[in-house]
């Protein structure tokens, strides 16, 4: 596990026993255009945007996104598909758990501490992604070292 994705994890979680006290304010969407998610589960991912390298801990980028279609989901081992790859699917808003009137989930991942360091600018979902949408670009340097983050049992 990545350090940002070790501090979303813990910092979401008390967040949740929290009961929410300390952020009462609900977030505020910027953006009414349909927006993509950058963490999207297979289930409902279209696209596959970047791959998750295990040896340095950070995603790469794929020039162009790579759809997925119902057939590769069969054959796939979902799991680790999910954990190897970044996928990506239309932002389903309230209807996602993480969904706070904007992303709680990305909202954590701007929140996390990283040195600061070059990110690719080639992220081919940059310009229609929620969570740089909502909290701006210093946001592709935390998510260019996560994966598709599981918060566990805490959220059903
Ligand atoms: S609310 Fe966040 S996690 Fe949920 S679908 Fe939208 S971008 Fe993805």
Redesign the pocket.
């Known amino acids: 596990m990545t350090s940002v994705e070790q501090q979303v994890i813990n910092n979401y979680q008390s967040w949740l026993r929290l009961g929410h006290k300390h952020h009462p304010r609900r977030l505020k969407v910027r953006s009414r255009r349909p ?1 993509v ?4 589960s297979i289930e ?1 991912a279209d696209s596959v945007f970047a791959k998750f390298d295990e040896v340095t801990e950070s995603v790469v980028y794929f020039e162009d996104s790579i759809t997925i279609s119902e057939i590769v989901k069969d054959v796939v081992d979902r799991e680790r598909f999910q954990i190897d790859n970044r996928l990506t699917g239309q ?3 309230r209807l ?1 758990v ?2 706070d009137n904007g ?1 709680r ?2 909202w954590f991942v701007s929140k996390t501490s990283l040195e600061p360091e070059e990110v690719s600018t080639v992220c081919t979902i940059k310009d229609s992604c ?2 740089r949408a909502e909290n701006g670009s210093s946001i592709c340097a935390p998510c260019s070292r996560v994966r598709n983050i599981k918060l566990g049992e805490s959220l059903t």
């Open positions: 927006l998610c950058p963490s999207a409902l932002c389903i808003t996602c993480h969904w992303c989930l990305g929620r969570w």
